[in-house]
């Protein structure tokens, strides 16, 4: 194959970045390679220049650059092409992570369009844990595989603006997993994930057992305040003291009824409050159904459609389905007999609304324990939000690997920045300039940063932007 000369190192280099003059434009994202040294190094250029010699800035009438544009003579250069390139790394015998070399370039080091095999080897490696999940998005002949292992290992997060294609990513990765017989579960909001056209999928109702909800879930469900402490001391009371059997309303209310006299007007809220929602709540609580996690299906995705409940409902669905995979895996992994019996990846939708900054959810704690503890555990968390802003600290800090899509807003930016290890400033700046579908990929999960186009997944069929034009249109003709 053969190997274009772009051009030479100049002046002075550093051993993560040089000067380069070239005999073409440099692409900025563009990658090229040079030896020296005995290391083969891959660099990416950040900067690129187009100057001249003879049309200089110091010329103040139009007519003198007419005049220098017309006398220079076809194939004579007006122009130099100067560029700057961050060096990336040279591959070590292991294959692992990019490594910079000590030693800078020397000037003089011919720089090459980085070969194929090259870019292969680092963004397409050909191994059983790495999943295809786009192209390189200036060389779309290079495929970009992800190490699957480290989602479960480390996490993720999936950030961008509103409709720039995270639940796109998210349908993605869900359906590479299942491909290798693994097992999903996706917390669906907005119910756009049952509709996926692909085999794999069992989708979950909701339903939870309320015998096994916790204090924090029952409380968040009931729209009980955290610090309505007298309230949530009686309804604690009646959870602990709950015979086996029974109808399970039924005896909270009457359990509450005896708790008036001591915790007075706090026991009669509650009990008003179990009295009004009831019908609702019989909805999502039924004693009837087993442990959630004896409801997921092994190799498949599940889909647990929460796109008929109220945000406060939600909240305690998702916590109580976190805490049973984290302690049922606990089991497993620990006693080796019952419990959920493979490694999970949980993908939680709308994550600033479950995992936020600024209060307390039920969910939050749930997946800070999972961001904490579910490597050991093999429970991948992967958290996905159109606003960063809003995004718990410390969970955002536990997110080993990251897929951002465009971002424009500052406050956004500035969160992930802070919060999120492997962001730097350079990845920041060029946020905004991505397109749909186009996402830096960050962390464990890579060799160095990536910036692809992610594929395309035409079995998500829901959650596209509406065409309301088209729609009122065919409203009129029918
Ligand atoms: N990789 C891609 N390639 C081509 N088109 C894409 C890609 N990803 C998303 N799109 C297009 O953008 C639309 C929005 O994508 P998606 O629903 O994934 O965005 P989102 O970030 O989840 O938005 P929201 O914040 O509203 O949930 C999709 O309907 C699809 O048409
Ligand atoms: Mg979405």
């Known amino acids: 194959m053969e190997i274009e000369s ?7 280099s550093k051993p993560y970045r040089a000067e380069v003059i070239a005999y073409r434009p440099l692409m900025v994202g563009e990658y090229l390679y040079m030896e020296y040294y005995g290391y083969g190094v891959l660099s990416m250029v950040s900067n690129s220049a187009i100057g001249s010699p003879v049309i200089t800035n110091d010329i103040y009438d139009p007519r003198d650059v007419e005049r220098i544009v017309k006398s220079v003579r076809g194939g004579e250069r007006m122009y130099y092409f100067k560029g700057v390139v961050n060096i990336l790394g040279y591959l070590d015998n292991e294959g692992c992570k990019l490594k910079i070399p000590p030693i800078p370039p020397p000037p003089g080091t011919e720089v090459v369009k980085a070969p ?20 390189l998005l200036r060389e779309p002949s290079v495929e970009v595989r992800v190490d699957i292992n480290k989602i479960v290992s480390r996490h993720l997060g999936i950030l961008a603006m509103t409709g720039m294609g995270k639940s796109n990513l998210v349908a ?57 402490s007298r309230q949530r001391a009686a309804i604690f009371e009646c959870l602990e003291g709950m015979p086996e059997n029974g109808d399970f309303f039924q005896i909270l209310k009457k359990c509450l009824q005896m708790k008036i006299p001591k915790y007075g007007s706090s026991a009669q809220k509650v009990l ?17 159904v087993g442990d959630v996690v004896d409801r997921v299906a092994v190799g498949a995705i599940n889909i647990v459609d929460l796109s008929e409940l109220q945000v ?31 490694p999970v990846v949980i993908f939680v939708e709308e994550a600033h609304v479950f995992i936020p900054n600024d209060y307390e959810t039920a969910t939050k704690r749930e997946a800070e324990a999972i961001a904490r503890e579910g490597r050991k555990f093999g429970i991948g968390l992967a958290i996905v939000s159109q606003r960063p802003r809003g995004l718990d ?18 406050e956004d930016q500035n969160h992930i920045a802070r919060y999120c290890e492997p962001v730097f400033q350079d990845i920041v700046d060029e946020l905004p300039s991505l397109n749909i579908g186009e996402a830096i990929l960050l962390g464990e999960w890579v060799k160095i940063p990536t910036v692809a186009k992610i594929d395309y ?22």
Request: charged residues 25%; aromatic residues 6%.
């Open 393 to 410: 600290a410390t969970v955002l800090s536990q997110l080993g690997n990251l897929a951002i899509l465009r971002i424009v807003h500052p």
């Open 172 to 228: 993605l990765l869900a359906k590479r997993i299942v491909e290798k017989n693994g097992t999903v579960i996706i917390f669906d909001y907005h119910g756009e994930y049952t509709s996926m056209a692909i085999p794999s999928i069992s989708v979950v109702k909701p339903k939870v057992n309320p015998r096994m909800l916790s204090l924090e879930e029952i409380t968040r469900l009931l729209n009980i305040p955290r610090n309505a």
């Open 272 to 288: 008003d409050m179990i009295t009004a929602y009831e019908k609702y709540l019989r909805r999502i609580l039924d004693e009837n």
């Open 457 to 478: 997944v035409k079995e998500k069929t829901s959650g596209f932007d509406i065409d309301a034009v088209s729609i009122w249109r065919t409203n009129l003709g029918g």
């Open 312 to 342: 406060n409902q939600a909240d305690a669905v998702v916590a109580h389905w976190l805490n049973r995979v984290l302690n049922s895996r606990k089991d497993y992994v620990l006693t080796n007999r019952k419990g959920l019996q493979v």
């Open 6 to 12: 772009v051009g030479y190192v100049v002046g002075e």
């Open 116 to 135: 194929r095999a090259v870019l292969s080897k680092i963004f397409s490696p050909d191994k059983e844990n790495y999943l295809r999940v786009g192209v």
